[in-house]
């Protein structure tokens, strides 16, 4: 059975509208069916507090590739473009992190972006994107809310709220970070 089958679920969320950008993540880590945690924190702000992040997957891999996003973003600061890129490229090729489980929502007060572990450096199409076992509710839900709701956060919680409700290994327990342009 590979981690990935053990490992279930997360839900992060970003939302950009009216010159913020929010994260938001649950707080669930679960094994199986089992809750392990309901309070973990999967939301970050990098970066001297220019850049938040979220994460899905394992826990100690995104830990491992936020301290490397943060050594690409010290190399290239206000570079979030270009530190995705080369994270992207590292984690793909290198052979200890090649073998990471996990998924990366970043943003800055100007650009979000997906990455994975696949090399994929994804700059959305829409203001908001999701990743995680709920990932799907949430992105729907958000977008659906979107040209109803003003405020990013609210946009973000509500959504959040929703993929709760559908996704068992997403709970209410959220940890949200915002940016202002």
């Known amino acids: ?3 990935s089958e053990i490992w279930h679920g997360t839900t992060i969320l970003a939302v ?3 010159g913020k950008v929010i994260i938001a993540g649950d707080g669930q880590v679960s094994i199986g069916p089992t809750i392990m945690k309901g309070n973990a ?4 702000p990098l970066g001297d507090g220019k850049v938040i992040a979220g994460f899905a997957g394992a826990t100690a891999d995104a830990l491992t590739l936020f ?3 943060e050594q690409k973003l010290e190399r290239f600061p206000g570079q979030l473009a270009r530190a995705a890129v080369d994270l ?5 090729t290198d052979r200890f992190l090649r073998r990471l489980e996990a998924m990366i929502i970043v943003a800055d007060a100007r650009e979000t972006f997906v990455i994975t572990g696949a090399g994929d450096v994804l700059d959305p199409e829409h203001a908001v994107v999701a990743v995680g076992s709920g990932g799907n509710y949430a992105l729907a839900a ?3 809310l979107y040209p109803h709701l003003e405020d990013a956060e609210t946009i973000a919680r509500e959504a959040m709220s929703i993929a709760a409700d559908i996704c068992v290994y997403t709970n209410r327990n959220l940890t949200v970070e915002m940016l202002t342009e």
């Open 67 to 69: 301290e490397r996003l």
């Open 1 to 3: 059975m590979s981690s």
């Open 41 to 44: 924190r999967k939301v970050r």
């Open 88 to 92: 992207a490229k590292d984690w793909r």
């Open 16 to 18: 950009r509208k009216g």
């Open 142 to 144: 958000a977008r659906a």
